[in-house]
């Protein structure tokens, strides 16, 4: 079935599983830097297959807090009252 006019470009689709890094930054705004550097300092999961880093929908969902992050589900540390 051909696109129709008016129909957005074409991208990663938001429905798959992973991503590569590319098609992570590109679906949420963020530069790709930012996600090596994010990954480097193991705030953001991946999956690495082969040379390549995977990031599934789980990690982008969990590191933009869209989901809870597994395991014991504990409030956020706030700043200690005097």
């Known amino acids: 079935m051909p696109p ?3 129909s957005p470009e074409p991208g990663p689709p938001a429905g798959r599983l992973a991503y590569s890094v590319d098609e992570a930054a590109h ?3 963020l ?3 930012l996600l090596y550097d994010q990954m480097r300092r193991g705030n953001l999961d991946y999956l690495k297959v082969g ?3 995977l ?3 789980q ?3 969990q590191f933009l807090h869209l989901s809870p992050a ?3 589900s504990a409030a ?3 700043r200690p009252r005097s």
């Open 70 to 72: 597994p395991g014991p």
């Open 76 to 78: 956020p540390a706030g």
């Open 55 to 57: 990031i599934t929908r």
């Open 27 to 29: 679906l949420t705004g």
């Open 51 to 53: 040379r390549r880093r």
């Open 31 to 33: 530069s790709r830097d």
């Open 59 to 61: 990690h982008l969902e």
């Open 4 to 6: 129709q006019a008016g």
